[in-house]
Structure formats: C-alpha cells, structure tokens
C-alpha cells in the first residue's frame, strides 16, 4: 500500500511539474507570437511613413488629451518635438508641410499632420475618404452625458444630430443672439463695477461668465447669476445648482471626463468626490431642463387642434426636445413598431445639451480673452473699431444690422484665432488609401511638390494652428496684423480661415459666435478704452507674453490678467 502511494505521489509531483512547465511553456510561446506580430506591425508602419520626416515615440503623445502632462524623456517621449505654443516649428525644421508619427504603443496605425492650408481644405471636404476618429480618447470623453454632435461618425449619424439642431441658427437667432450679448455685457460691466471705468481684475473666468450667460439665455432660456455661488462641502448626495455645477465640471474637465464618476463620488478626498458630485448633479439638472421643456411644449400641442402642429421650436433645447416628441408622435401613428432614424435618444438629447452648453461659451469666451489681450497691446486697433462705428453708426451704438459695416472688428477676432487657435488640431481618420499631396524646401526656400499614399486606418491631424502660421501662405506669419484681413488679402486668407473647420463638418456655431463676439467687443470698445496692468519690475515683453499667451489644457487656454477700464466721453 505504502509502495503504491509512494508511486502516486511521484506520479502526481511530476504532473504537476509538467503541467506547470507546460503553462509557462503555452505564455512564453503566446508572448513570442505578440512580440512577433507587434514588430512586423511597427516595420510595416515604419515602410508606411518611408521618405516623411517622422517623429518616434513609445507612447501616444500628439493625439492625447492631457499632452501636457506627459514628461519629455529623450529618445523614448519626444514630448517637446510636439510643442504647440509654436506650431509651425516642428514644420520647419522638417522642411516639409507634411510629418509622420509613429508610436510603439499603437502600431496598427500611422498618424500624419498636414499645414499646407491647400491640402487641409482637400481633406475637410472630403468625408468620403477622411471620416472623425470617433473611437478615440479625444473624442469619446466629450460622450461624458450621452453622444452628441461632435463626436457622432460623418454620414447618416451625423446628418442625424445635425438636421435636429440646423433651425436653430436662422438671422432670427441671430438677431437674438446680438441682443443677449448686450444684456449680458451690461450685467458683467454693473455687477463688476467698471461701466464707469476701473479695473476688471480677471478678463478670462469673466469672458467665460459672460458668453455662458449668452448661450444660457439665447440657446436654452437660462438666465445664470452674474455671481456663482458656492455650496460647501462635500457630500456625494448633495445636488448643487446647475451654474455651480457647470462651473465645476468646466474647471477640472479632463478629470471629469478622465476619471469614471463613481471613482470621483468615491474618492477619499472631499474637493474630488466634490467633482463627482457636480458631475451627478449636472446629469439631473440636464434631465430637469428637458423634462420641463417637454411639458410646455406637450401643453402647447395640447392646445391645437388634431391636424396641427406647434411650431418648430428655434431655442437649443427646444429643437433637441421636439425632435424626440416628433419621434413618438410617428411611432405612435405606426402602431409603435419599429425604430425611427430620425431624433435623438433620450442620452443624445443630454449629449446635445452639454456639447451646445459647453462648446457654446468655452470657444468663444477663451478667443474673446485672447482678442481683448491683443487689442490692450495694440490701442490703435480700438481706435480703428471705435471711428468705424463713429462712422456707421453716427453716435449709436452698435445694433445688429451695423455687424455687417463694422469688418474690423471680425479682423481682430480672426487675426487672434490664426495665432491662437484653441483647438489647434483636428483628428481625421482615413477611411480608405488615400493620396496626399504635400511640399518640402531647401534652405533657399525653393519648393519641391511630392505626394503620399495614406493607408486606410491612419490617423490625419488637421494642424490648424500650423497651417494658419505658413509661411508660404501668410506675410510676416508670427506678427499679430488684422490689416491682412481686408480686401484681396483678406479674401485669399479667408478662405484659408479653418478655425472653426470647414466643409460638411464645419463648426455650426460659427455665425452664432462671429454675432456674439461682434456685439461684445464692438459695444465696450464704444463705450469704453482698455489697458494692461503692468505688474511690479515687468518688461513690455514679458507683459506682451502675459496678455497674448496662452497654456494647452483641453483647448489653448489664455493666461487670466486684469484689464483697465476708461469711461470714454459721452459714453
Ligand atoms: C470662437 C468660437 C468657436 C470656434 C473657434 C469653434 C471651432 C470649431 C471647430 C474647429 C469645430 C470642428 C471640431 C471637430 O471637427 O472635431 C467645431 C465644431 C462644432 N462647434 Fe464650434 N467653434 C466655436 C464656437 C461654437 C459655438 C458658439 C457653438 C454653439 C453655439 C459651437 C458648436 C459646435 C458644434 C456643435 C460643432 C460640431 C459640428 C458638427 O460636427 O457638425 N461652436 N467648432
């Protein structure tokens, strides 16, 4: 019997040995085949990009989000290389207009950026070939409340989101648009005790106030306090009011949309589980605007007649609402089956609400810190604008039919948006081979036309910033000069004008911002002049860096800095 159990338990060691050699036998040969296949991908990768200045990376560093925050090692994480404070840098010192990216992490794919204003044009209008990465960080974590516009693929599902939202920028809107600028202008100047001049201590938070109040009021009939007030402390069942709430979410957006809620509600820290707890509310006051909306505008269907229909509503949230009572309306007429492809679901109408919100103030408050900082450095520019609605508007103030006679205005803003482009790089994704052209030059500048086959799958970044500081497109490309937008000039740059993108997916907001920021600045420019605070022992140049400048956080962020206010006469 001992024999025998002698033998088994010699059977059973050496089984067990075996089987473990053979686990590891199994992981080191699955681990050879990853290896393996991963270095035939990045040699594929490396043909791919063969002939292109290319820039070597082990991880994901252009397309990240939180870019800035990646440590430079040499060799490994060119961090630098990829520096957008000046975009056309890395372009220049490759000599071409068109660079290739590789990165270890990700070797299915190349990643190109183009600057050749040409090119880009070509590719924004070409949806067939160059789809939106919709799959990747940059564009997922804008699904923070549900897919909304932005983030939806080009074709159907973007045709979808975007008929449901097109009626609500009509000249009518616009006209609206003008007038709640002014109101909200007015509040700012009262609330912050400078319509008599004095100092407005930070321009940026309270450009962001101020064109938050405009989409609040012109897009979703919300009437946000001048002045946020702030709840205390940090319990996760709190729900704080919706201006607190968006306030909280915008200043820590890239942990908002980093981190999973439920780590944020959770966290051990109160300022973080603060965070989550803005984030929650957010998603309830959401839900509570649409729900109301939806009621006023059931009892106004309510009050019509079987065969009538209320009238197209033209507010944000009015438009986002009925497309889905439209929706059942139909199903219901079906007898309930089968699924409408029109409308938004009841995540897409939240999805909707926030990109509108979001994207609706953020852009143009930061151009309008960023204008204002240039225009305190140039004053002969506020003294252009202010003679020309001397001129056009004898006296009056600026209304929204003068927008049209007042082009310098739009110069200033357009003139800052090509040096400080907030969104600086537009992710494409190439949906079929597609062929590129692009330009090298020698030392002496002369130019050499080439081409390059994009394979299906690459990423394309529109380098907006990159292509707004060419030098084979604009004179003098680095000097801030409004004047290059006037006449002949100002039509050939036009339209080479991609900050707010161009072709089928091109910023539907556009006009709204171009109203919002015309009314802006041309109503303070009428009423009052403005100037930089120079701070104790600084140069002018360390001031001119100050008021121009700006940081990469999710967008080109502008430093905050106060602004000096003086009443003009007769204002
Ligand atoms: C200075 C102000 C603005 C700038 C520079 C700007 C820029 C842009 C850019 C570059 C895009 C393309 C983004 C992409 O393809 O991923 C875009 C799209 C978009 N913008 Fe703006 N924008 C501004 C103001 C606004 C405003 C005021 C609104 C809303 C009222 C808005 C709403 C949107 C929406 C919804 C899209 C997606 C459009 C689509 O894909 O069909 N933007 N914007």
Known sequence: MNSFQQVFDRWQTNKETFSSKNAWLAAEIVLATCMVLWLYRYVQLFQQVRGLYTIHSLIEVLEAP?????????????????????????????????????????????????????????????????GKPVESMGYKQLNVFGKQ?????????????????????????????????IESLDTMLSTEKVEDGGVLEHVREAMYKLTLLVIGAAGFGLKFPWSIPTTEGGSP????????????????????????????ENFPLPSVRRLGNAQRSLRHHFKTMIATRRDALQAEQAGLG????????????????????????????RGGKGTSKAGLTSEEQMGNVWIFIFAGHET???????????????????????????????????????????????????????????????????????????TTWDDLGQITN?????????????DFAASGQNPFFYRDPHRWDPSRWYGEEGNKNRSHLFNFSAG?????????????????????????????VRQKGETDEQMYDRMTQGHEVFLLTPNSFPLKFTKRQGA
């Open 504 to 532: 089928p997916r091109a910023c539907i907001g556009r006009r709204f911002a171009e109203v919002e920021m015309t009314a802006i600045l041309s109503t303070l420019i009428k009423k009052v002049k403005f100037e930089p």
């Open 237 to 264: 069942y709190d729900v704080v009011t919706f201006h607190e709430a968006l306030h909280l979410v915008e200043y820590h957006l890239v942990a908002e949309l980093l981190v999973p809620v439920w780590i944020l």
């Open 450 to 462: 080439h081409t390059h086959t994009i394979k299906k799958g690459s990423h394309v970044l529109v």
């Open 364 to 438: 143009s408050g930061q151009t309008l810190t960023f204008t204002l900082g240039h225009l305190a450095m140039y004053p002969e520019w506020q003294e252009k604008i202010f003679q020309e609605i001397e001129e056009v508007c004898q006296g009056s103030h600026p209304t929204y039919r003068d927008m049209n006679n007042l082009p310098s205005v739009l110069a200033c803003v357009y003139e800052t948006l090509r040096l400080r482009d907030l969104i600086s790089l537009n992710q494409k994704l190439a949906l079929k081979d597609t062929v590129l052209p692009y």
């Open 149 to 181: 516009l932005v983030s939806t693929q080009s074709g159907p599902e973007h045709r979808r989101h975007r008929s449901v939202v097109k009626g609500c920028f009509s000249e009518e809107v616009m006209r609206t648009v003008w007038d709640r600028s």
């Open 306 to 333: 079987p065969q009538e229909k209320i009238k197209p509503p033209s507010d944000l949230l009015g438009a986002i609402v009925a497309s889905q009572m439209d929706i059942e309306a139909e199903e219901k007429a």
């Open 66 to 130: 939180h870019r800035t925050k990646i440590p430079h090692i040499p060799v490994l994480i060119p961090t630098r290389k990829y520096t957008l404070q000046d975009p056309w840098k890395k372009y220049k010192t490759a000599k071409s207009d068109l660079i290739a990216y590789t990165q270890a992490t990700t070797p299915g794919y190349a990643v190109y950026s183009i600057s050749n204003p040409q090119v880009v044009q070509k590719v924004l209008a070409d949806v067939l070939s160059f």
